[in-house]
């Protein structure tokens, strides 16, 4: 009875360490939020990758969590949240190059004229107090025109500023609201500006990116351990062949539209919308600079609250 | 009264308690300060912003946002229920009216609002389409609890209206009408904030909050915004209710010295 006792523990103990490496097989992850750098997923149809893009309204602090705790291999999301959420998961992320280069466009009614002639208008930006507002108020520092974001310190001499929800940028431009609410110009992200100007008759006046930079908004990171990897080599290889000219449209949406949980409908998205949104990969050994100043640039809007990003190092880039 | 200030006082401690062990539980267990922050960092950040001015504009707004919410939902449903309990057409107007406002979709109602009014008033509204019902009703329930023998007691020997209001309507409502008030400011508080989130009131903890958890990334100054919030819906609801307490103590001992 005793030999045979031993006997099964030896087998139990045999299978285990036999089958201990027969788990089911990690399949790599990428995240991204919905939006411009979502388009560029369709590139990656067929890798071997689990590819999930979260569309509500927490997909960058969802991203950003699963980052923290290192559970997806390739996360998207804006550089500013990546170097933050890199910090507190104990920089265990590299950024691999970035996605979306700005995607954002000041709509009206009428045409503008020119950047110059903002000067005594009221501009209705979404995120006024994130990246979307901080590209526009370092537009505006850069030409020197000044910029107000209480309405009762508006003159013929400066720009005021204030928030709007993407939704509502059609309303905002019309005569029926407040005072304070009424803008002369919105500025907004593609895909949604291609939408109001082919459904709602907006008329883009300017391109932010052409009047301040064409700057590092949406990045890859990808996870140290797998930062070798083959298949991160196709991954790159993969969104670095993404052309936003040539990319068939209806099959890009419909990935998108396929790796989203909910049944949100990607409609109207047009090449415009594709080409306006700045999708191309650039691979951070040619843009590790850009991004370097790019985060000095905008932590000058951090508060003694917070900081918008946290300054990085080469450590941060993938070789 | 005492013994159920006390009741009441033993119970929030309680549920504070329970919240604060789950908290720590949860914190030693996921063991990661972005995801879930410990109480002690969300205590220390919780200290270290309230002497930024940032921090105080921010929560001046919101506390003068809820403050105006509040007053316009009070004086609006209290005067509804009044008019309700003297006028049944009123009451008859009022019910589909107010359970119309009630069902109202709040977040639509804070974009569309926002559109037409500035980023103070707006919140406010918000909190008066929440608000407003839960005053109307409660009061309404207080106002119709009066013994109507005893009002018309009152109209046979043709006792004062302002007599009646005091003598006979204030200690009978009093009590449901001070609760009403303690339980609606601080939701008047929560629904601000909500609304503040979404329409992006520059200046307000609404909008800290929501730059915490999108543009900064920082959950331990997200959960300290989150911890003031409460503590200042816990001071407005106890504070309302000690005073209250205070009061009809001194009027009680004030009849006792007559006596």
Not at chain 2, 18 to 41: C, F, R, T
Not at chain 2, 222 to 231: G, H, K, T
Request: proline share 3%; hydrophobic share 50%.
């Amino acid at each position: 009875m005793k030999r045979f006792l031993t006997c099964l523990v030896v087998l139990v103990i045999c299978m285990v360490s036999l089958f201990s490496g027969c788990a089911v097989p990690h399949k790599a992850q990428i995240v991204c939020p919905d939006g411009a750098p979502a388009l560029i997923l369709s590139t990656l149809k067929d890798l071997d990758v689990s590819i999930k893009v979260y569309e509500n309204s927490n997909a960058v602090a969802t991203i950003g969590a699963q980052m923290v705790k290192g559970e997806v291999d390739y996360a998207i999301l804006p550089v500013s949240n990546a170097t933050t959420k890199n910090a507190q998961s104990n920089n265990q992320y590299v950024m691999a190059g970035v996605i979306t280069h700005g995607n954002l466009y000041a709509i009206g009614l009428e045409d503008l004229g020119g950047v110059q002639n903002l000067v005594g208008k009221s501009v209705g930006v979404i995120q006024l107090n994130s990246v979307p507002g901080f590209a526009v108020k370092k537009m505006l520092e850069g030409k020197g025109i000044a910029y107000c974001t209480d309405y009762a310190q508006k003159s013929e001499n400066n720009v005021y500023l204030f928030n709007i929800q993407p939704a509502q940028a059609m309303s905002h431009l019309s005569s029926e609201v407040a005072l304070d609410k009424k803008a002369d110009v919105c500025i907004v992200a593609e895909p949604l500006c291609s939408k109001l100007v082919s459904a709602k008759g907006a008329i883009v006046c300017f391109d932010v990116q052409d009047e301040y930079k064409h700057f590092p908004q949406a990045v890859l990171m990808v996870k140290k351990s797998v930062q070798n990897s083959a298949l991160t080599t196709k991954i790159i290889n993969a969104l670095s062949a993404f052309d936003a000219q040539t990319v068939d449209v209806n099959e890009s949406v419909q990935f998108v539209q396929s790796k989203m949980s909910s049944t949100t409908s990607l409609v109207g998205i047009s090449r415009n919308a594709i080409v306006g949104s700045n999708v191309y990969f650039t691979h951070a050994r040619t843009c590790k600079q850009e991004v370097i100043d790019y985060i000095q640039e905008i932590k000058t809007f951090d508060t003694p609250l917070a900081s918008v990003a946290e300054s990085v190092t080469d450590a941060f880039f993938m070789e | 009264m005492l013994k159920k200030l006390a009741q009441s006082l033993i119970s929030t401690a309680i549920f504070l308690a329970i919240i604060l062990l789950v908290w720590l539980g949860a914190s030693l267990a996921i063991n990661n300060e972005a995801i879930l922050p410990s109480i002690s960092s969300v205590i220390v950040k919780a200290f270290e912003i309230v002497g930024k001015s940032e921090f105080a504009s921010a929560l001046g707004a919101t506390v003068l946002h809820s403050l105006i919410g509040f007053a316009i939902s009070f004086v609006v449903g209290f005067a509804l229920a009044v008019l309700a309990t003297r006028f049944k057409w009123v009451k008859r107007v009022c019910m589909p009216m107010v359970s119309a406002i009630r069902l109202l979709p709040t977040m639509a109602i804070a974009l569309i609002v926002y559109l037409w009014t500035s980023a103070v008033v707006a919140p406010a509204l918000v909190a008066f389409v929440v608000v407003m019902p839960t005053v109307y009703s409660q009061s309404l329930v207080a106002l119709s609890s009066v013994d109507g023998e005893l009002l018309q007691m009152a109209k046979v020997y043709e006792i004062k209206q302002s007599r009646v209001i005091s003598k006979i309507y204030l200690p009978i409502i009093s009590d449901a009408l001070i609760e009403t008030i303690a339980t609606t400011l601080s939701l008047t508080l929560k629904v601000v904030i909500a609304s503040e989130v979404l329409v992006g009131s520059g200046d307000s903890l609404g909008q800290l909050m929501f730059l915490a958890q999108n543009t900064y990334a920082d959950s331990v100054l997200l959960f300290a915004l989150v911890f003031w919030s409460i503590v200042i819906g816990l001071v407005a609801e106890w504070t309302i209710r000690l005073v209250y307490f205070g009061i009809k103590r001194g009027i009680y001992a004030k009849k006792y010295d007559n006596k």
